[in-house]
C-alpha cells in the first residue's frame, strides 16, 4: 500500500522530518524556501496532507483551490520563549 503524501512547506527539526519520510511519502523543503500560496498549491498536487508553518499564507481562496485529495492542514510552531509567555499554570 503506497504512502500518504505529506507535504512540508518549511525546514523543521530533523526528528520531526525523520517521522515524515518514514510515515510519510514526504514532500520536504531542504532547502527552507519561503513558499508562497501559489507554490504550495502547486507542490500540493496529490498530497493527503499540508504541513505549514505559521507564515505561509494559506488564505481562504487557496485553500478553497487545494486539490480535492488534500484533507488535513496542520501548522508545526515553536514555542521559543515558552517560560517567558506562558501562563504561569501551564507550566
Known sequence: MAKPILLVTRRLPQAVEARAV???????????????GADILRLADGAAAILCCPAERLDAPAITALPHTV??????WILLAWHSYAPAEWQ
Open 22 to 36: 518514514r510515515d510519510y511519502e514526504a514532500r520536504l523543503n531542504p532547502e527552507d524556501v519561503p513558499r508562497s
Open 71 to 76: 484533507r488535513v492542514i496542520a501548522t508545526y
